[in-house]
Nanobody, 125 residues
Framework: QVQLVESGGGLVQAGGSLRLSCAAS????????MGWFRQAPGKEREFVAT????????YYAGSVKGRFTISRDNTKNALYLQMNSLKPEDTGVYYC??????????????????WGQGTQVTVSS
């Protein structure tokens, strides 16, 4: 079992920045590919970003590429999402997730086994 707890969400104006964190506990953090997903009201949960086990490679949804940066610190069992130039359409609940597959291909919910409870991000226009 892996327990995941997100933090860092909040209300921000368009153009602003937020940094989300995800604290992991349980099994060996570095054994897992980690990802961020988000879900807007009335919409399906969608892929945002994923990062390899060693943190050397990352992959992004087209809608956030160039604005968001995913990173991890395996010594602290922590995952991060730096979000810059935020837009109202970035509003939603953000979830971190852990999976066993390949990061390059891990872009759907079924690729991940463990999920956090989510943190709300609201971007005002």
């Amino acid at each position: 079992q892996v327990q995941l707890v997100e933090s860092g969400g909040g209300l921000v104006q368009a153009g602003g920045s937020l940094r989300l964190s995800c604290a992991a506990s349980g099994r060996t953090f570095s054994d897992y590919v980690m990802g961020w997903f988000r879900q807007a009201p009335g919409k399906e949960r969608e892929f945002v970003a994923t990062i390899t086990r060693n943190g050397l490679s990352s992959y992004y949804a087209g809608s956030v590429k160039g604005r968001f940066t995913i990173s991890r610190d395996n010594t602290k069992n922590a995952l991060y999402l730096q979000m810059n130039s935020l837009k109202p359409e970035d509003t939603g609940v953000y979830y971190c997730a852990a999976g066993r597959g390949l990061a390059a291909a891990a872009r759907t919910r079924s690729d991940y086994t463990y999920w956090g409870q989510g943190t709300q991000v609201t971007v005002s226009s």
